[in-house]
């Protein structure tokens, strides 16, 4: 399970998304330069021709070659959602995974639109599927959030049919969960859905709405408020709520807390934005993106392990020289994964108690407040100084890890 929302800000626009994945698969964040095309690309499940690739950062499980989300040099940022359809992945051969969509649509689209445009062409050409889930060993189909700096689609795919809605300033913004969405809304859509006329046909009945329901009723306010609202650090909260209790504002009170829901079931009680399904499912990486309408240069802010026990680390990924290969361990991952960990034990065995979250929080939120401050100042410096500040980040949060034990 996943969210996503996008702000659409007049100038610019706020991306953001959170991967719910098996809470022991490590996820790490890499950024990777250009690819010159000419040879062959090896995806998950099929070979393809290279044509090429932009630089890039993406978010991706460790043992994948897709991404759950990620963000182009070009300003084009993507992530998907599992979707329940009436095709079964199950029947479905080795194909494309919606992780592998996402990626190519970073690597070769210069626009939300034509992301949109060679993500369906190839899901028509090849398929889609194939196990995208190890632990479960599970196939299955993805809705996709793409945007850029002026609009957003809405991307919802069963097997080789897709439905595909433009989402323009004059909406705001938009959000998406683990649901078909699009009904009759569509902008453009495969033969048979155009036939149909109506996506929610493809949706399956049997499967319950409501966890991603309950998600979306937080998500979406956010995504829609407009631009004086929907604010990096109001997105941070969101991403990090607790069945309607948050923190992350950077200016916030890291003593209000609330640990996760303990009891969850199939209908969705219990159900949060940062996801803690004990031994079943966990968020595993969170990124916030700013896509810049103006030249001013992409930021993005993120995070791995579960939101509430982490921090979003802002960086300026596609200035030379700017990395962070930390982000790109997983022996990184597996030190929030700790503090994650921490905090589930103690909703199970001191109900009422939030001494441990409460910790943790207090040793991130004035660092992740300094870190947002310094990028606020550093943003219209020039490249070499956005570079040099860059350096300076991880000896600081390796001095929280520590501070933590972990």
């Given at each position: 399970?996943?969210?996503?929302?996008?702000?659409?800000?007049?100038?610019?626009?706020?991306?953001?998304?959170?991967?719910?994945r098996?809470?022991?698969?490590?996820?790490?964040?890499?950024r990777?330069?250009?690819?010159?095309?000419?040879?062959?690309?090896?995806?998950?499940?099929?070979?393809?021709?290279?044509?090429?690739?932009?630089?890039?950062?993406?978010?991706r499980?460790?043992?994948?070659?897709?991404?759950?989300?990620?963000?182009?040099?070009?300003?084009?940022?993507?992530?998907?959602?599992?979707?329940?359809?009436?095709?079964?992945p199950?029947?479905?051969?080795?194909?494309?995974t919606?992780?592998?969509?996402?990626?190519?649509g970073?690597?070769?689209?210069?626009?939300?639109?034509?992301a949109?445009?060679l993500?369906?062409?190839?899901?028509?050409?090849?398929?889609?599927?194939?196990?995208?889930?190890?632990?479960?060993?599970?196939?299955?189909?993805?809705?996709?959030?793409?945007?850029?700096?002026?609009?957003?689609?809405?991307?919802?795919?069963?097997?080789?049919?897709?439905?595909?809605?433009r989402?323009?300033?004059e909406e705001?913004?938009?959000?998406?969960?683990?649901?078909?969405?699009?009904?009759?809304?569509?902008?453009?859509?495969?033969?048979?859905?155009?036939?149909?006329?109506?996506?929610?046909?493809?949706?399956?009945?049997?499967?319950?709405?409501?966890?991603?329901?309950?998600?979306?009723?937080?998500?979406?306010?956010?995504?829609?408020?407009?631009?004086?609202?929907?604010?990096?650090?109001?997105?941070?909260?969101?991403?990090?709520?607790?069945?309607?209790?948050?923190?992350?504002?950077?200016?916030?009170?890291?003593?209000?807390?609330?640990?996760?829901?303990?009891?969850?079931?199939?209908?969705?009680?219990?159900?949060?934005?940062?996801?803690?399904?004990?031994?079943?499912?966990?968020?595993?990486?969170?990124?916030?993106?700013?896509?810049?309408?103006?030249?001013?240069?992409?930021?993005?802010?993120?995070?791995?392990?579960?939101?509430?026990v982490?921090?979003?680390?802002?960086?300026?990924?596609?200035?030379?020289g700017?990395?962070?290969?930390?982000?790109?361990?997983?022996?990184?991952?597996?030190?929030?994964?700790?503090?994650?960990?921490?905090?589930?034990?103690?909703?199970?065995?001191?109900?009422?108690?939030?001494?441990?979250?409460?910790?943790?929080?207090?040793?991130?939120?004035?660092?992740?407040?300094?870190?947002?401050?310094?990028?606020?100042?550093?943003?219209?410096?020039?490249?070499?100084?956005?570079?040099?500040?860059?350096?300076?980040?991880?000896?600081?949060?390796?001095?929280?890890?520590?501070?933590?034990?972990?």
């Open positions: 399970m996943c969210d996503a929302l996008c702000s659409l800000q007049g100038t610019g626009a706020l991306f953001a998304k959170s991967s719910d098996p809470p022991s698969e490590a996820q790490v964040v890499e990777r330069g250009p690819r010159a095309g000419g040879s062959v690309l090896r995806t998950q499940y099929l070979t393809l021709e290279d044509v090429g690739a932009a630089a890039l950062l993406g978010s499980p460790t043992w994948t070659w897709g991404f759950e989300h990620g963000v182009n040099e070009h300003g084009v940022a993507i992530g998907n959602e599992q979707i329940w359809t009436v095709d079964d199950r029947d479905a051969p080795s194909a494309l919606g992780l592998d969509l996402v990626r190519l970073l690597e070769r689209a210069d626009r939300a639109e034509s949109v445009d993500m369906t062409s190839l899901l028509e050409s090849h398929g889609q599927g194939g196990i995208a889930d190890r632990d479960e060993h599970k196939a299955y189909f993805s809705s996709f959030l793409v945007a850029d700096a002026g609009e957003a689609w809405v991307l919802e795919t069963s097997a080789r049919s897709w439905a595909a809605r989402v323009g300033v705001h913004g938009v959000s998406l969960s683990n649901r078909i969405c699009l009904s009759t809304d569509w902008t453009r859509a495969s033969n048979d859905v155009a036939a149909a006329g109506d996506f929610d046909r493809w949706r399956l009945a049997s499967s319950p709405t409501e966890h991603a329901d309950k998600r979306l009723a937080v998500t979406r306010p956010c995504a829609t408020s407009g631009p004086e609202d929907a604010r990096p650090a109001a997105i941070a909260g969101v991403l990090r709520d607790h069945d309607g209790v948050s923190w992350g504002r950077p200016d916030g009170d890291p003593a209000v807390v609330a640990l996760p829901p303990a009891v969850v079931d199939r209908r969705g009680s219990g159900v949060s934005v940062c996801m803690h399904l004990t031994d079943v499912q966990a968020t595993t990486a969170s990124m916030i993106v700013s896509l810049p309408g103006d030249g001013a240069p992409i930021r993005v802010w993120c995070l791995l392990g579960s939101p509430c982490a921090i979003f680390v802002p960086w300026f990924p596609f200035d030379d700017a990395d962070l290969p930390q982000l790109a361990s997983a022996t990184t991952w597996h030190r929030f994964r700790r503090l994650r960990d921490r905090v589930e034990h103690e909703r199970a065995t001191g109900p009422g108690s939030t001494e441990v979250l409460a910790a943790v929080r207090g040793v991130w939120a004035p660092l992740e407040r300094e870190l947002w401050d310094e990028a606020d100042a550093i943003a219209t410096a020039d490249p070499p100084a956005r570079t040099a500040w860059t350096a300076t980040l991880w000896p600081r949060i390796e001095t929280a890890l520590l501070r933590l034990g972990v």
